[in-house]
């Protein structure tokens, strides 16, 4: 190897004799860095440029309202819970076990339906013990009627004995009258020397014999007569004894009677159609009508509802109140489906208010019910005017409604600022009724439009603006 060629040049090239480097790179590295830079700031920087230079605006996001709320705009609005006029807990006139329950929640009953039973079989044996004594005061009275139809005999056969001996002693008294002028006529014809001895004894004797049989008939007449009298005091009698089982029957019925009324009182039955909507007591239970405090017993077994009687209770504001009248439309609303109006009449106002709540009820009457309405439903009620009608009511959709400021008179246009990005276009609109500081919009806007809250007076069409924080 050749050592002599890996020796160090003691003597290099002055500088003037090396080649010149070019200063393009680093001018475009600077180009570059300058570039990146304004990437990076541009918008900050353009957004602080707006933010000195564009006046601020508020904005707001139309959305579409609830029927409920749009109408609010048309009346007095208030909340509310739909309320049964007839609901009835019920319960037993006798305290009592129960022994069958026959319903349960959302049960649908008639009026008469048996609902529960209670333990009753004392009250049944009362009963049968009722029927009973009913029964044998019935056969008294058959009895004493049956004497009174023999005494009522017994009087006539005694009357008619009483006649015939009567018209046997008339004819008796008869025989003797003729036999005392037969007797005299032969007394007349003996003092005349014609008749014998023998004839007049003949006349005397039956004189005599007429005049016995006159006094037997007599005492039989007598004796009729006391038979009659006899028998009509048995006849009185019978009649006593026949009003004092009848009277003993009339007991023995109203015995039958409360002892089958306090036998139905086991049965809780329904007073009118409805429907089950709490149940308050199960089979094994006791229930009484008389709760006092501290006792384990039932106030009641079911609480039922009559859904026809349904309809909605609002606590007015007394402030509010001066627009409710009697007879006026409503628009009645339920929390659980606000989209559909339910059709209401103002039904009834209380004559007193809530001092502590400063309201005052109010009924309303549904002209309109479904299946969907039940009690203590939430419902959001307005009062609308009693000029209103079916027209003017609050339609079944969604609405728009937008803050009183926004719309504003541009060119003798009636409309509201919309925002695109960062110009607002002015844009007409269709207003409809004004309350509260909001304003119904009927047509020419949109839901999702961002328009200007309060657009200043100096602001036009096609503005850039600065959207400030809401």
């Not at 006026?328 to 929390?335: I, K």
């Not at 939430?378 to 609308?384: C, L």
């Amino acid at each position: 190897m050749d050592l002599q060629t890996l020796k160090i040049d003691r003597n290099p090239q002055p500088p003037a004799a090396r080649r010149r480097r070019s200063a393009w790179p680093w001018r475009l590295a600077a180009l570059g860095a300058a570039g990146v830079a304004a990437w990076l700031f541009w918008r900050p920087l353009g957004d602080l440029v707006d933010q000195l230079r564009l006046q601020p605006v508020r904005t707001l996001l139309v959305t579409d309202l609830a029927p409920a709320a749009a109408a609010a705009v048309r009346g007095t609005a208030a909340n509310g819970y739909v309320v049964a006029a007839r609901r009835a807990a019920l319960s037993s006139d006798v305290p009592g076990r129960i022994v069958e329950l026959s319903v349960r929640e959302g049960s649908v009953v008639k009026r008469g339906d048996v609902v529960a039973r209670l333990y009753a079989d004392e009250f049944r044996a009362a009963l049968q013990r009722a029927e009973a004594d009913l029964a044998a005061a019935e056969a008294g009275v058959q009895r004493s009627e049956a004497a009174q139809v023999a005494s009522r005999a017994e009087l006539a056969q005694a009357e008619a004995a009483t006649v015939t001996a009567r018209a046997q002693r008339d004819e008796g008294a008869a025989t003797v009258q003729w036999l005392e002028g037969e007797l005299a006529r032969v007394q007349e014809l003996l003092a005349a020397g014609i008749g014998a001895d023998r004839d007049l004894q003949r006349a005397q004797t039956d004189l005599d014999a007429g005049r016995a049989r006159l006094a037997a008939l007599t005492a039989a007449v007598a004796g009729a007569e006391t038979a009659t009298a006899t028998a009509r005091q048995r006849l009185a009698v019978a009649g006593g004894d026949l009003a004092v089982v009848q009277a003993q029957r009339e007991v023995a019925a109203a015995a039958r009677d409360l002892a089958q009324a306090t036998l139905d009182k086991t049965d809780v039955r329904a007073p009118f159609d409805g429907i089950v909507v709490l149940k308050d007591a199960e089979v094994g239970e006791v229930v009484s009508p008389n709760v006092q405090g501290g006792s384990n017993a039932r106030g009641a077994v079911c609480t039922m509802v009559d859904f026809d009687s349904l309809e909605v209770q609002a606590n007015v504001p007394e402030t509010s109140l001066g627009s409710v009248r009697l007879g006026a439309p409503a628009d009645v609303f339920l929390d659980a489906f606000p989209d559909d109006r339910y059709d209401g009449v103002v039904d009834r106002i209380w004559p007193t208010a809530d001092r502590q709540k400063a309201t005052v009820e109010v009924r309303v009457r549904l002209l309109r019910k479904d299946e969907r309405l039940r009690p203590e439903m939430g419902v959001r009620i307005v009062f609308r005017d009693p000029a209103d009608t079916a027209e003017t009511a609050a339609p079944e959709r969604r609405a728009l409604v937008v803050p009183e400021p926004a719309v504003v008179q541009v060119g003798g246009d009636q409309g509201v600022f919309v925002v695109e990005r960062d110009r607002v276009r002015f844009t007409p609109v269709r207003t409809g009724e004004r309350k509260g500081g909001r304003v119904a919009i009927d047509q020419g806007l949109a839901p999702g439009s961002r328009i200007v809250v309060d657009p200043p007076p100096t602001l036009q069409d096609g503005d850039r603006v600065r959207v400030a924080a809401n």
